[in-house]
């Protein structure tokens, strides 16, 4: 019997544990001792050169870029995409009329879960390549389009978007346009999680609250909030490392894909550019480990930050 | 912001009962309680509506410039009725441009690498929730790891691993479906285990025990009992599965670039790079819309047939 148990565990692990192994653990263990070598990628010749790359990256201009570029994003898109989602999902749960059954939803709020979801389910090239069009710089894009008509914005100087690298606020202004489309497609998302948090929260708790004389502004923000603490929180570290994943739209969007100018340079297109336009691959390895390290902090901390007693209710 | 009112009534979701017992007191006392309710009420539509049509409009703006000639989309970019309707971009796209091919590539990689993510995922996670072995933990905190590692890192020497093995075994090589399935599997392995393993341990002890009573063997046990109990996990994972797959787009542009003279077999995300990239030399616009719309409908559609179980599907991916 024991020997049968063994051979059904190693058959059913075999498999699943040799792809994982050939396919994401083995060359993650590459990477980090490529990282200290100065391989290009492409000729066996390959020198140990100790913490050398990574020394490098302290005086790398463009990584130094890149690095701001990533906090920038990392605070920005949890911040405006829970903020917005809250208040969606605010509105919707507690925007209805009243009558005798209480405050209620908005009417139509299924309809409105099932439309701000859209963009979800869009994979974020679609999105990129839409937005890019959105964004032309020039009256056929749909937003230079509409302020040409409205004679908002004139037809020689029109909103350059993915081209701007002047700074708004110390930031470039590509940066901002980014991080508008990962708000958009970001919010119903969050806000689906947030309205299902929010029906899970027992009646009765209301109900003491109500007794009190509680009314709705004075509910949600006493009651409701704190008591979605925790789903806030997980959307926080996930949208954390969504912000980390904006390469997608700065590969499809951005001229020379981190341009102007750089300015729009984040880790992952430093990254890519070193290794395969540049042909560093050691270099670009390093870059590789330190960016795992600072998420893998990261992600600890918001864990250690956010971490509380769980409500059981 | 400061009309609060003073009703009683709950907050918690569209389906409140009033609490039992309740007084009208309380909005008598405060005059105009009920004027403000209603102005916040005409504020929540007004809001939501605007947010409706920021998502809306975008989407229907690509269709129905897919719709349009050429000179159409340049000379009246913002218009959402076309003249006529051009249903020749969308064959346009989907032979010239190749989206066709991709698109029917896509559906060949996600087949197999849906169905064996879902497969080698449960075994892996069943094994690990249920069965105490030495080394159980280490297995399972190596999947777990998987979580938070990104995949930028992993990218030069996954490239340079499946080079080398292609030229061994050329179906596992670069510009091989079968070789992006398995690349994808892997790649997803990490969360399903995470998912399922969570949701094995849930199902009761004493059904598995009944069973092995009865003389079920381990694997039967697995595939014809706890399999079956497990089913609205699979359902959420595997939703969550066929979108992220569908939605790969690095993995893809790293692993399936094709040589000249090679079958182009690379998948729809590549499609639409290659078609927006190509837009700047040869201005086909209304291609280029009809190769984003036809990326982007399928799924759409699925996503408003099957609403409910996506939504709680990938929703229930973030909060375990």
């Known amino acids: 019997m024991r020997h049968g148990v063994a051979r059904f565990v190693t058959g059913f692990l075999a498999l699943p544990v ?197 009314g709705r502004f004075h509910t ?43 300015a729009s340079e984040i880790f992952a297109s430093v990254l890519n550019f070193t290794a395969f336009q540049k042909g560093q691959f050691g270099y670009a390895c390093a870059m590789g480990v330190a960016l795992a390290i600072f998420t893998i902090l990261l992600a600890a901390l918001q864990l250690r930050i956010t971490r509380r007693e769980r409500i059981e209710y | 912001m400061s009309t609060v009112t003073h009703t009683p009534g709950g907050l918690a979701g569209p389906d409140q009962t009033p609490p039992p017992g309740r007084t009208p007191e309380p909005r008598a006392a405060v005059g105009g309680g009920r004027a403000g309710a209603r102005f916040f009420n005409g504020f929540s539509h ?27 989309v340049i000379r009246k970019p913002l218009s959402l009725i076309p003249e006529r309707l051009q249903w020749g971009n969308f064959a346009r796209a989907w032979t010239e441009g190749h989206i066709g091919s991709f698109f029917l590539n896509t559906v060949l990689v996600l087949t197999g690498s849906v169905f064996l993510t879902m497969l080698l995922g449960s075994m892996a996670a069943y094994v690990l929730a249920r069965y105490e072995f030495r080394g159980n933990r280490l297995i399972y905190y190596m999947f777990l790891s998987g979580l938070t590692l990104p995949i930028y890192l992993a990218a030069v020497p996954l490239f340079k691993g499946v080079y080398n093995t292609g030229v061994v075994l050329p179906f596992l090589g670069p510009n091989s479906h079968f070789m992006l399935i398995l690349v994808y599997v892997a790649w997803s392995l990490s969360f399903t285990v995470f998912f399922m393993h969570s949701f094995f341990r849930t199902l009761p002890n ?106 709680s599907g990938l929703t229930a991916g973030v909060s375990k």
């Not at chain 1, 605070?75 to 809250?86: G, Q, S």
């Not at chain 1, 056929?140 to 700074?167: A, C, H, R």
């Not at chain 2, 094709?258 to 995300?269: D, H, L, R, T």
């Open chain 1, 18 to 214: 040799g792809l994982y192994l050939f396919y994401v653990v083995w060359p993650f263990l590459q990477a980090a001792g490529y990282s200290l070598t100065d391989w290009g990628g492409y000729s066996d010749r390959q020198q140990f050169v100790g913490l050398d790359n990574y020394l490098r990256l302290f005086s790398d201009e463009l990584i130094r870029k890149a690095f701001w570029h990533n906090v920038f994003f990392l605070i920005t898109v949890p911040l405006f995409t829970i903020a917005l989602a809250l208040f969606l999902a605010f509105l919707l749960n507690v925007g209805g009329r009243e009558d005798k059954a209480g405050i209620r939803g908005v009417f139509g709020s299924g309809l409105y879960k099932v439309i701000f979801f859209f963009p979800q389910v869009l994979s974020l090239v679609v999105i990129a390549v839409m937005w890019q069009q959105i964004y032309r710089a020039d009256g056929q894009g749909l937003i230079n389009g509409m302020l040409m008509k409205i004679g908002l914005v004139s037809e020689d100087e029109p909103i350059t978007f993915m081209y701007d690298p002047e700074p708004f606020l110390g930031v470039p202004a590509v940066l901002w346009w980014l991080l508008l489309i990962a708000v958009w497609s970001g919010a119903g998302f969050y806000m689906v999680l947030f309205s299902a948090a929010m029906q899970s929260i027992p009646k009765d708790v209301y109900e003491a609250a109500i007794l009190d004389g509680a």
């Open chain 2, 206 to 311: 004493a059904i598995a025990e009944a069973g092995m009573v009865d003389g079920a063997s381990h694997s039967r046990l697995f595939f014809s009992v706890m399999l079956p109990m497990a089913k609205p996990g699979l359902i959420s994972i595997g939703i969550f599965n066929v979108l992220g797959q569908w939605n790969q787009w690095y993995l893809p542009t790293l692993l399936m670039q094709s040589v000249a003279g090679e079958p182009k077999n690379q998948v729809i995300s590549q499609g639409l790079i290659e078609l927006s990239v190509n837009q700047g030399y040869r201005s086909d616009w209304s291609g280029l819309f009809a190769g984003v719309t036809m990326a982007m409908l399928p799924v759409l559609i699925v996503y408003i047939v099957f609403q409910r179980q996506v939504q």
């Open chain 1, 220 to 262: 949600f923000f006493r009651i409701t909030l704190p008591l979605l603490r925790d789903t806030v929180s997980v959307a926080w570290v996930y949208l954390g490392f969504i912000a980390l994943d904006m390469y997608a739209l700065v590969f499809v969007m951005t001229p020379s894909q981190g341009g102007p100018n750089h």
């Open chain 2, 46 to 72: 007004l809001f939501l509506a605007v947010w409706a049509i920021m998502v809306v409009y975008p989407l229907l703006w690509v269709v129905m410039s897919a719709l349009k000639t050429d000179s159409e």
